[in-house]
């Protein structure tokens, strides 16, 4: 039997979905910059929210074991304590969609975005930890059998890197190094409690690595083990968190296959 990791390709909702940081739309930690022009948001992006059946039906032809899909905190909670089931909804739907397909499906409850009531320093700040955790319990109860795996966060201490120490991303700190390291205690101690959740620890992925479609050869012969290796990314997506390569395009509203027979081969 093969001790090859799972190989699933991640779809970062922020970047892809569309539908963020807009007049009357979602609004995440980057919005108070983006409303100042520093860099523009995601817009329209891919419009995944509607597309997300389309580029699913391509995922079986990859010869990858599935995807990885991030349920975005932003979308689902826009407002403290005012929850969309509608969002909550929709990402059912997909992930059963995923399944229909024989797809493995994991979630990323927080990737590089959150939402912007929670503030550009949320995780310096305690009282957005029991948020965060009831989130996660929120999605995965919601989700229920239509996924395999669950993240607590996809890249925790490049999230907190990024943006207290190379001021890189929310909340554009520059060298703050006590303060990225009191952040990633916050971040551990959430995980932790996100994993000790009785509705969440049965799904929870162990051992994972996210790599750059250039970095998959690297993470397959990698001397760590890992339960699941997640691929950035399924479809590029566009916004200051989108990734360099996608394995799928859009090209006149029709999605296909981008990548190179070689990288596939990889995946496969």
Not at 11 to 20: K, Q, R, T
Not at 51 to 67: A, F
Not at 110 to 134: I, K, Q, S
Request: proline share 5%.
């Amino acid at each position: 039997m093969s001790n090859r990791p799972r190989i699933l390709a991640t779809l970062d909702g922020y970047s892809v979905e569309g539908g963020f940081d807009r007049p009357y739309e979602p609004a995440s930690c980057y919005s108070p910059t983006i409303s100042l022009g520093r860099h523009a948001g995601p817009g329209d992006a891919d419009g995944l929210w509607q597309d997300y059946e389309k580029v699913l039906d391509l995922v079986p032809s990859l010869g990858i074991d599935g995807v990885r899909i991030t349920t975005e905190w932003a979308r689902i909670e826009p407002r403290r304590n005012e929850v969309s089931l509608e969002a909550l909804d929709r990402y059912k739907a997909v992930c059963a969609y995923a399944k229909s397909l024989g797809l493995h499906v994991s979630v990323a409850l927080v990737d590089a975005v959150w939402p912007a009531w929670a503030g550009m320093e949320a995780w310096l700040l305690p009282w957005v930890a029991p948020y965060c955790v009831e989130n996660a319990v929120r999605v995965v109860s919601h989700l229920g059998d239509n996924i395999d795996g669950v993240v607590a966060f996809s890249e925790p201490e490049v999230i907190v890197t990024r943006g207290f120490v190379h001021a890189a991303s929310p909340p554009w700190r520059n060298g703050a190094s006590k303060d990225c390291a009191l952040a990633i205690e916050q971040i551990d101690d959430i995980t932790a409690s996100i994993a000790s959740n009785e509705v969440v620890a049965k799904k929870i992925v162990k051992s994972s690595a996210l790599v750059s479609l250039d970095d998959v050869s690297s993470a397959l012969s990698s001397e760590e083990t890992y339960e699941e290796i997640y691929v950035r990314s399924l479809v590029r997506g566009s916004g200051p968190t989108a990734s360099q390569l996608g394995l799928l395009s859009k090209h006149n509203g029709v999605w296909s296959v981008s990548a190179s027979k070689e990288l596939l081969e990889t995946l496969r």
